[in-house]
């Protein structure tokens, strides 16, 4: 959908090593968001882009930064992973951020925090 | 405090049968709502949506109810048929958030042949 792709898509790590995940679109959105989905939980949103360089915090982003230097590519790190982060991650992108246009999403990193 | 709440996680229904899933919200600066379909393994994807302004969007077998004065929106899917069988989110967009989404839990669909 919209040529999403993320990388990995499972990723079994220690508490207190960092992490990065890769997110990669083909269609020349301007924004791109990260979200995580836990149970009993809806997506919330870590941060987003909405241009190259340019990046905003979500709701949830304690423990996470972003990085965007080509509009194709943005990347969410975690500095030092704590098990609280064990959770399914979605990259997302749309043309427009108004939010109501529609999101395209990859098939999310399940990352485990052991 | 979640303020989009689907408060069924989970609906089971007869091959073609209405299928209703319903979701209500608790912010009055949410003003545009939008449904989403997600399968296993994979990453949600777009399927109706309706400004608050409208009380019903249709597309084809889905059809989207907005009430605004109890703050609920309905999701109505007839007929409903094996494929339909997924998690539906509903997501609201928060005028006072930077038009950002707000999603709800989830609730998942099993259409019984």
């Known amino acids: 959908d919209a040529g999403i792709t993320q990388s990995p898509r499972h990723k079994v790590t220690e508490t207190g090593t960092p992490v990065t995940l890769r997110c990669h679109q083909t269609?020349?959105?301007?924004?791109m968001y990260w979200y995580r989905q836990d149970p009993g939980h809806g997506l919330r949103l870590i941060h987003y882009?909405?241009?190259?360089?340019?990046?905003d915090k979500g709701e949830v982003s304690d423990g996470y930064s972003v990085s965007r230097s080509k509009t194709e590519d943005f990347l969410l790190t975690l500095e030092s992973a704590t098990s609280s982060q064990t959770s399914v991650y979605f990259c997302?992108?749309?043309?427009?951020?108004?939010?109501?246009?529609?999101?395209?999403f990859g098939d999310g990193t399940r990352l485990s925090i052991l | 405090d979640q303020q989009v709440k689907q408060n069924s996680p989970s609906l089971s229904v007869q091959e073609g049968r209405i299928s209703i899933l319903n979701c209500d919200y608790t912010n009055s600066m949410f003003d545009y709502f939008l449904w989403y379909k997600k399968y296993p393994a994979e990453g949600p994807t777009f399927l109706i949506s309706?400004?608050?302004i409208k009380d019903k969007n249709e597309d084809g077998r889905f059809t989207v109810f907005l009430n605004k004065s109890a703050k609920h929106l309905s999701l109505h899917i007839v007929p409903s048929q094996p494929g339909d069988s997924a998690v539906y989110f509903c997501?609201?967009?928060?005028?006072?958030?930077?038009?950002?989404?707000?999603w709800g839990a989830g609730t998942k669909l099993i259409i019984k042949p």
């Open positions: 997501a609201a967009r928060s005028m006072d958030s930077n038009y950002q989404l707000i």
């Open positions: 882009s909405y241009g190259v360089k340019d990046t």
């Open positions: 997302a992108a749309a043309q427009h951020g108004a939010g109501n246009q529609p999101q395209h």
């Open positions: 309706i400004s608050s």
């Open positions: 269609e020349n959105h301007r924004y």
